[in-house]
């Protein structure tokens, strides 16, 4: 095969090599992006239940001591 050939034939090569490294690398940007947005939806839901619970001890603590009535 004459030189032509061949620089089309690499020229080809290198195409799909670049573009499968392209979607791989967009592939495993994307899972990363969306396990840090899950974690942080976790976190958010988290931070509110203790929030949530914080202010229910505190009201607790400020209530003042009803007796049973027996």
């Known amino acids: 095969m004459d030189p032509l050939t061949w620089g ?3 020229t080809l090569i ?3 090599v670049g573009a499968s490294a392209t979607i791989l ?3 495993i ?3 990363n992006v969306s396990r840090k947005q ?3 939806e976790i976190y ?3 931070e509110i239940f203790r929030e949530f619970q914080r ?3 505190l009201k607790i603590q ?3 001591i009803k007796p049973l009535g027996w």
């Open 44 to 46: 958010k839901r988290q």
């Open 8 to 10: 089309f034939i690499g």
């Open 29 to 31: 940007n994307t899972r």
């Open 25 to 27: 690398t967009t592939i």
């Open 62 to 64: 400020k209530a003042p």
């Open 55 to 57: 202010d229910n001890y």
């Open 14 to 16: 290198g195409t799909v």
């Open 38 to 40: 899950n974690k942080l």
